[in-house]
């Protein structure tokens, strides 16, 4: 760890987030809602580059990128510029791609700005408005399938690119970014990142004195800190044995799990960038911003600072379920209905996170709701179950989608509460342990042994405090009739 440590790494990201809470496409009326689709169903002249055709711009897409912009503490251009980058690929239907350019006269939407991971700023570099391309699929992986068939219906669909700057240095703080990103746009209400390819990844590592080595393909933020960890291995190797790290990409092979090399990177000028002709430098109204600068909605670091002074929960707390808008909104919806935010987090934080982590999942693709979660809760404050039990209840609801009180019922898991019922149990164990008997009653400690024994004839459905205090109450009854 440490020698991988003094190699200095430098992680930088490319995102490419799908603004999903659009209608329509970027630059024309096509549908946006592609997923699952009949493929080539969703496309029209326009988002098909025929000749004679003009891209409109949709505004609701720049107020959305607005948005973002000032949610990361960006600077929004005055006046921005669409730049054509034009490449061959099957993806691109028109051979470029509407998006823009930082250099020779390019304005992008906004430069600038940064995210707070763990009292970290990760600092941005530029935010831009682009269209999607199509979609390829393999048959198979990228390198053995023998045909590849494309889907133009994603081709136009309106995406903002956020490059940061490379200040990450562990697998672990990009993670931590993008879920931060993901918890930004998802409260904005723009982007929804658990649909499927609505945040894409590239990512660019560089060990001291290698060059920059660029993985593409990261279909989502679980696979990033697996690709950035198998990437840092490999060139750390190569370092070690004393050799070179050239510039290259590499592509993200999921299935493998491991990085293999793509082509030699594109120089800039292959890409032959020029101003979009069919489009108008568009100006942004400093008013306008104004405005919607004015109903922004409360982003995570704002929520967790509440969460902190509302709940009274530590920052900690506050900060792990803060991290994702689905997180938050269940801790909030349970503590609306039940009303002990200490007790909800315990479990949402414990129980409910460590599963979620095993299975690799979001808290949203549970069928688990806050109701059932606090009906659970509620069952232990009525002296239903035990703690324990209602963990092992826990795990039971979230396999089978049950609700607490019938797995309850059907497993037979009430405490036993009925105080005559605990005598005559009492009374069982007593004759049966004759010698523990005397001993408990000069000796307290022995009496652990009778509980013990309370405890395994009824499978640990005793309620304790009663079973402690009948016996308790029964030996000391004893006691008169029994000399040491
Ligand atoms: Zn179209
Ligand atoms: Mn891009």
Redesign the pocket.
């Known amino acids: 760890m440490s020698k991988i440590k003094s190699l200095e790494i430098k992680i930088g990201l ?1 995102v ?1 987030c799908q603004l999903t809470n659009l209608k329509t496409k970027l630059f024309c009326s096509c549908s946006s809602d592609y997923r699952g689709k009949e493929p080539n169903t969703l496309i029209c002249p326009i988002c098909m580059g025929m000749p004679g055709t003009l891209p409109v711009l949709n505004e609701k897409a720049l107020e959305d990128a607005i948005m973002v912009a000032l949610a990361l503490n960006s600077k929004i251009s005055e006046r921005m510029l669409f730049f054509r980058k034009n490449y061959f690929y099957p993806d691109m239907p028109k051979n470029f ?1 509407i ?1 823009q350019y930082d250099k020779a006269g390019g304005v992008p939407f906004a430069l600038g700005g940064y995210i707070q991971i763990n009292g970290k700023k990760v600092r941005i570099r530029r935010i ?1 408005l ?1 269209e999607d391309p199509g979609k390829l699929s393999y048959d198979g992986t990228i390198e053995s399938s023998n045909h590849t068939l494309v889907d133009y219906n994603r081709a136009g669909i309106a ?1 903002i ?1 956020i490059v940061t700057e490379p200040d990450m240095e562990t697998p672990k703080e990009a993670r931590l970014f993008l879920e931060k990103l993901r918890s930004i746009l998802e409260h904005l209400n723009v982007s929804d990142g658990s649909l499927e390819g609505s945040m894409r990844c590239d990512a660019n590592i560089s060990l001291k004195g290698g060059k920059r080595v660029e993985v593409k393909n990261i279909s989502s933020f679980k696979e990033v800190e697996r690709a950035l960890n198998f990437e840092i291995t490999r060139q750390k190797n190569l370092v070690l044995r004393g050799m070179v790290i050239g510039q290259e990409t590499r592509h993200w092979d999921e299935t493998r799990r491991i990085t293999v090399s793509l082509r030699m990177k594109e120089e800039e000028q292959d890409y032959r960038y020029f101003p979009e002709p069919d489009l108008v430098p568009i100006i942004i109204p400093r008013e306008r911003i104004k405005e919607i600068e004015q109903k922004m909605p409360e982003l995570p670091d704002e929520r967790r600072k509440r969460f902190i002074e509302q709940y009274n929960l530590s920052p900690q707390s506050a900060e792990i379920l803060t991290r994702s808008k689905a997180m938050a909104d269940f801790f909030e919806e349970s503590v609306k209905i039940y009303g002990n935010p200490k007790e909800i987090s315990n479990w949402m934080i414990g129980e409910l996170s460590s599963y979620l982590n095993e299975k690799s999942i979001e808290i949203d693709e549970l069928t688990l709701t806050s109701k059932q979660l606090v009906d659970l809760i509620k069952l232990i404050d009525e002296g239903v179950i035990s703690r324990k039990m209602a963990k092992s209840v826990l795990q039971d609801m979230l396999l089978t989608g049950k609700m607490a009180g019938d797995i309850v019922k059907e497993k037979g898991l009430e405490k036993i509460l009925d105080k005559e019922y605990i005598g005559s149990i009492v009374e069982k164990i007593l004759k049966e342990n004759p010698q523990a008997v005397k001993d408990a009653i000069f000796d307290k400690k022995a009496m652990n042994y009778l509980m013990g024994q309370l405890m395994k004839k009824t499978e640990g459905k005793i309620d304790p405090k009663m079973a402690s205090e009948v016996l308790r109450k029964r030996l000391s009854e004893l006691a008169k009739f029994i000399t040491p």
Do not use: A
């Open positions: 490319e490419h791609q998006s831009q682009e995406l690119e």
